[in-house]
């Protein structure tokens, strides 16, 4: 596609989207400049990523300032500018790559009243608040890509519209795009249990077949660890609650959403086990409280903890009115500000949250010799394959499984 022709759909979509004409004329202004760029390097309008790339390049050092990090936050928005333009030629739609505030999603009065029952059918499924929040805000999308598209009616949605939403994820990592197949699964088995579709393409739909163990999962060392606690504050309340929170996560391998539910009633102190209903797999689970997890748990609920009676749960923010801590915070500003305590570098390819500190509990037990059957059932997951993620960790035990190559394999 030319420029001319990308630009006069985008410039139409921009409006039709509620866009700030000042943001509408700043587009304008880019794409022009790339039209001239276009013309004098490659001598016609044609577009696509690459010819994209090459321009924010030459007229702004993009890739080389990016590389020594003295790109600035205003020229990285720039990409922007790219990728909806190389979304468009490709999808023919305005992909919603970077959410902005100032220009929300605004479904037309008949999908807005789809998305509504739908809300409303996921506010008692007993999903958990942070799966509900990925289902509402992706099916928003996928209605605002339908719309985009001309289907004025969910009855006309086909396997091959669905796979042309899933389509525009291309680049995302392949964790955004299987929240993206399972909130477009669950979306689409709603409208058919409401009679709004009549195929089932829910059952058509397909993840990519890449195994979660393709990853080696970030691992903490005995040192670094002994490091980020010694760093924690624990004459400070915040500090007594983090250090608490820390050691659930690092000994006992607790999920940060499981750490942040647990009530008083899930400890038996007198027989010292802790007993929860995991939040992820909804699974019993009873762990047996090592001295260490359980003083550091004491000591804050008895000089850390705010006096709030109002609520049985365990750990709470300690700023008024002292709630809960929020189901969408994952704490890893938390652990980030413990590591620059400790003076432990941050690296860009290393998990920092507490599911990092939940895989060391996986890996230490691998250490110590314990069954792959016995870990799954203390970590709480669905099955062995899962644990064997741990494995990747032990680089010993890795190099027990290498076999070596009868003689002449090769001759």
Same mark, same amino acid.
């Given at each position: 596609?030319?420029?001319? $022709?990308?630009?006069?759909?985008?410039?139409?979509?921009?409006?039709?989207?509620?866009?700030?004409?000042?943001?509408?004329?700043?587009?304008?202004? $880019?794409?022009?400049?790339?039209?001239?760029?276009?013309?004098?390097?490659?001598?016609?309008?044609?577009?696509?990523?690459?010819?994209?790339?090459?321009? #924010?390049?030459?007229?702004?050092?993009?890739?080389?300032?990016?590389? =020594?990090?003295?790109?600035?936050?205003?020229?990285?928005? #720039?990409?922007? @500018?790219?990728?909806?333009?190389?979304?468009?030629?490709?999808?023919? @739609?305005?992909?919603?790559?970077?959410?902005?505030?100032?220009?929300?999603?605004?479904?037309? /009065?008949?999908?807005?009243?789809?998305?509504?029952?739908?809300?409303?059918?996921?506010?008692?499924?007993?999903?958990?608040?942070?799966?509900?929040?990925?289902?509402?805000?992706?099916?928003?999308?996928?209605?605002?890509?339908?719309?985009?598209?001309?289907?004025?009616?969910?009855?006309?949605?086909?396997?091959?519209?669905?796979? &042309?939403?899933?389509?525009?994820?291309?680049?995302?990592?392949?964790?955004?795009?299987?929240?993206?197949?399972?909130?477009?699964?669950?979306?689409?088995?709603?409208?058919?249990?409401?009679?709004?579709?009549?195929?089932?393409?829910?059952?058509?739909?397909?993840?990519?077949?890449?195994?979660?163990?393709?990853?080696?999962?970030?691992?903490?060392?005995?040192? $670094?660890?002994?490091?980020?606690?010694?760093?924690? %504050?624990?004459?400070?309340?915040? &500090?007594?609650?983090?250090?608490?929170?820390?050691?659930?996560?690092?000994?006992? &391998?607790?999920?940060?959403?499981?750490?942040?539910? #647990?009530?008083?009633?899930?400890? %038996?102190?007198?027989?010292?086990?802790?007993?929860?209903?995991?939040?992820?797999?909804?699974?019993?689970?009873?762990? /047996?409280?090592? %001295?260490? @997890?359980?003083?550091?748990?004491?000591?804050?609920?008895?000089?850390?903890? /705010?006096?709030?009676?109002?609520?049985?749960? @365990?750990?709470?923010?300690?700023?008024?009115?002292? =709630?809960?801590?929020?189901?969408? =915070?994952?704490?890893?500003?938390?652990?980030?500000?413990?590591?620059?305590?400790?003076?432990?570098?941050?690296?860009?390819?290393?998990? !920092?949250?507490?599911?990092?500190?939940?895989?060391?509990?996986?890996?230490?037990?691998?250490?110590?010799?314990?069954?792959?059957?016995?870990?799954?059932?203390?970590?709480?997951?669905?099955?062995? %394959?899962?644990? &064997?993620?741990?494995?990747?960790?032990?680089?010993?035990?890795?190099?027990?499984?290498?076999? !070596?190559?009868?003689?002449?394999?090769?001759?």
């Amino acid at each position: 596609m030319t420029m001319k $022709e990308i630009t006069d759909g985008l410039k139409t979509l921009l409006s039709d989207n509620h866009y700030n004409p000042i943001t509408i004329q700043f587009y304008e202004r $880019e794409w022009k400049k790339i039209q001239v760029f276009l013309l004098a390097e490659y001598g016609d309008e044609g577009f696509d990523m690459e010819r994209g790339l090459a321009y #924010l390049e030459k007229q702004y050092g993009f890739q080389t300032r990016y590389n =020594d990090g003295t790109l600035s936050q205003q020229r990285v928005q #720039l990409l922007r @500018v790219v990728h909806m333009l190389e979304d468009y030629r490709l999808h023919q @739609v305005l992909t919603r790559r970077y959410y902005a505030s100032k220009n929300p999603i605004r479904l037309n /009065p008949y999908y807005a009243g789809i998305h509504m029952g739908y809300c409303n059918a996921l506010s008692s499924s007993g999903l958990s608040k942070s799966t509900i929040g990925h289902y509402t805000s992706i099916s928003m999308v996928f209605m605002d890509y339908l719309s985009q598209k001309g289907v004025r009616s969910v009855s006309a949605v086909c396997l091959d519209t669905c796979n &042309g939403y899933l389509r525009t994820l291309a680049g995302y990592s392949f964790k955004t795009v299987e929240q993206n197949v399972c909130a477009i699964r669950h979306f689409l088995r709603y409208l058919q249990g409401t009679g709004m579709v009549s195929a089932n393409l829910a059952s058509e739909i397909h993840m990519p077949t890449v195994s979660k163990k393709s990853k080696i999962p970030s691992v903490w060392t005995t040192e $670094e660890l002994q490091e980020l606690l010694h760093a924690v %504050d624990r004459t400070s309340p915040i &500090g007594k609650r983090d250090y608490a929170m820390i050691l659930l996560a690092c000994v006992l &391998g607790l999920r940060v959403s499981d750490i942040k539910n #647990l009530r008083f009633g899930n400890f %038996d102190w007198s027989n010292k086990k802790l007993s929860i209903i995991q939040h992820k797999t909804h699974k019993p689970l009873s762990l /047996p409280i090592p %001295d260490a @997890v359980g003083w550091a748990v004491i000591d804050y609920i008895k000089n850390g903890r /705010p006096k709030y009676y109002d609520t049985d749960v @365990v750990f709470v923010k300690h700023m008024p009115p002292f =709630d809960p801590l929020s189901d969408n =915070d994952h704490l890893e500003n938390r652990i980030i500000c413990h590591m620059r305590k400790a003076g432990i570098r941050r690296d860009k390819n290393r998990h !920092s949250g507490f599911h990092s500190l939940r895989h060391c509990a996986g890996s230490m037990l691998l250490e110590m010799e314990t069954p792959l059957p016995v870990i799954t059932s203390i970590m709480g997951h669905s099955d062995t %394959d899962v644990t &064997g993620i741990y494995l990747k960790t032990d680089l010993k035990k890795l190099s027990e499984c290498v076999l !070596s190559p009868p003689v002449n394999a090769y001759g």
